[in-house]
């Protein structure tokens, strides 16, 4: 029941003291979008109890995205839908997969820091397996109905591998009458064409049925000359709503391969500021080309076929069974069952380093001449038709890369089980009281290969033979051979299973009508086994290259590996419901993340530790028709970070690594809300603002100075922790036109300055970002949509070459460097049509 208490009137006085006339003006006026029900969403993440909770009236920090939202923005990836998400800073230049989130300053790359769920359960258990990102096997289309995020609160509590956060896809059901969304989407800059549609009907007997899902067709922003984005997901839902509850059985079938977008070659200005090469676009160009689309590779046990044209391919079966039972008053039995098996192979061409031609030729000039008798010269030449490389200013740079086109494969299949009991009961207050279970069974097979190219820095970069010269000008040998320096650069294979068990427990004390108490606890045990094949070093003994003279390959000998970790983390929680339409919270949260399968099946030696994350948040809610602000602060620890310092030896073609554990922390404020001042405009802004620092970062770092492996003392204590910014934000002003019929938005992102290494040395400079989309309903059952992306064309840089280091980078003072930037300026069109 909704109280009125003696202090709401002071507090809407502070609130909305200004706006009681533009209330009154608009109360019988048509609310923008999601206005009338901002704050009163039913929120099913992050909480296990019988009753309902709206937004809110939570205690913990919750964003939410519905439908609406995600068509005015379109988003071309997962981690493009969170981009708007306070809290969390995305990366999402790399394409549809493979992206990037950080959660509250947690600062591991990929999706280490939240988990993804499809309906409460995760879509990989491990959203941050080696290679194999849960954005890679998960894609968004009309099936979805909204997404709630939780940021940190009791995430942890309830999920596996979510210690900053959960972002839950919520699908679509079918209702009472046949319904149904469609959308037919073109993008010219990209030649992007893609149909998504969903359409659900009842059957009789409570039951209904969904089917959903998508196709596209892309050659890519970045065109690599062939097709980058090609495939599509359908499911099918079987629904029942029944008196005593509901019960849903899905199957999805996901086939598709999306370009992977790595670095590209960039340069500075006489002012300083980031500009791209002569012969390479910084917004439209790729290293990927026709020439290494599909290549043959040589390894000790056969060809290895690379295929870049195919980027991340993922062949994905999954089906769930999911279930929620009132099993007498007050009591609520849920379960939910999933099982889903993938075929991954990331295929991608990662550039290692960039330099002159000369600056190459110097590197290699002793050891190629060395190699082959009589050879008294070398030189770059074009695979593809023999010219010769102009090494003062081919394409108009003179450059080349070193670059690793690599495939890693993996296979994995999981089963997932998550049953909970919830139970609503008065004692001293009212008590909604959960226990569950939860477990996870993983099979995993991981391969890796590479080799190194040579490649020139151009749009669709070609391949490049350094040869050795007589004094005659003829060929008598080669470093490369078919443009590949190196075959077997990298090599792994391994194999492995995870169990996980879980037990956690919650309870929402309402000890009075405005306040509540909130608690949950969660024990889990992972145990992984497996084994790791060793490596050994061959020459496969072709004279004429010294391509294949140092290729990794497996020994043969499996290394055996079976560990087991636990930890138990908890949550504690307040929320003072002070109106019926604001509120404050605070909670204290101990965290982890376990290692996993993963963390082994390239190293059965590997000695990964408990990540133990400790998280203080407070927050002010409020929302009503004029105006929705949700304010948080928070402080995060966390402790035993790994960075994993992986350097490119130009010299031997090969990768050294080192790992480094530290401690860190991040303060700051997050911060959303929406202002309707009149039904024609309205204006949101989310906007994040941090401090996140290394702690205690001091160690010998191994570098090679004058050849000699060295050990250099470092202390990075109290820098800025990688590619986070101080301060993110989005702002977007919204104007809604011909009662609501036409809506026109410019979404403002701005991110402050990085840095790519633990050292701050090398610097990611600060950008602003413009977008806007433009909405006109033709009739209630058909609307068109326009989308304009990075307007003004911004080079904003989202990280540098990991490849180079990321505790001291090797490009830090380079002219000439690697780095990733965002998608050049590209416009897309949508028709929607719904009944």
Known sequence: MKVAYPVRAVVAALLVTCSSHALAQTADQPAAPEAETEGQDIIVTGRAGAGERTRVETSYAVTTIDADMLRSRAPSSVTETLKSVPGFWVEASGGEGSGNVRARGIPVDGFGSINLLEDGLPVQHDPALGYLNADQAFRVDQSIDRIEVVRGGPSSVFYSNAPGGAVNFITRKPGDEISGVARVLYGPTADLYRVDGWVGAPIGGGWGIGVGGFYRNERGVRDPGFTGNKGGQIRADLHGDFANGSTTISYKHLADNAIFYTGIPLTKDSEGDIVGL?????????????????????????????????GTRIRLDQISWLSDWQVGDGWKLSHRMRYRDSNTVRNGVYPASVSTATALLNTYRNQVIGAFPGATSIQLRYVDNGQAFDVAGQNGNGDVFINAARPVTVE????LNDLRLAHRFEAAGTHDFAVG????????????????????????????DLVALNAAGNVVGALTENGVARYGSEFANGYGSQRTVAVYASDEWQIAPGFRIDGGLRWEKVSAAGAQENSRTVNLRNAATLADDSVLTGSGVFVPYSRTFDRLGWTLGANWQFMEDAGLFARYTSAFRLPSVGSFITSAAAQPVVQGIDMWEAGLKYSSRLLSLYATAFLTDFDSYSIG????????????????????????????????????????????????????????????????????????????LLRVPKLA????????????????????EHYTRRYADAANTSTLPAYTVLNASVRLNVTDQISLWAYGDNLTNTIGLTEGNPRAGELTSGQANDLLFIGRPILGRNFRFAVDFKF
Do not use: C
Request: hydrophobic share 35%; proline share 5%.
């Open 729 to 748: 934000l989005r702002a977007t002003p919204a104007v809604n036109l011909f009662d609501n019929r036409f809506r026109a938005q410019l979404d403002v």
């Open 437 to 464: 279970i939860y477990y996870a069974y993983i099979k995993e097979t991981f391969r890796r290969y590479s080799a190194s190219t040579i490649q020139d820095v151009s749009g669709n970069s070609r391949l490049l």
């Open 278 to 310: 002569p012969g390479f676009d910084p917004h439209y160009d790729t290293t990927a080309s026709a020439q290494v689309r599909r290549m043959t590779l040589k390894s000790a046990t056969g060809p290895v076929d690379f295929r870049e044209d195919q």
């Open 645 to 720: 310092n992986t350097r490119f030896d130009t010299a031997t073609n090969s990768y050294t690594q080192q790992t480094v554990y530290t401690d860190t922390r991040a303060y700051g404020v997050e911060f959303e809300g929406t202002l309707r001042p009149a039904p024609f405009f309205d204006f949101t802004l989310n906007a994040t603002w941090q401090e996140p620092t290394f702690r205690n970062l001091a160690f010998n770092e191994l570098a090679t100075v004058n050849g000699v492996q060295t050990l250099i003392p470092r202390d990075y204590s109290g820098n800025q």
């Open 412 to 415: 994995e299949s999981e089963l």
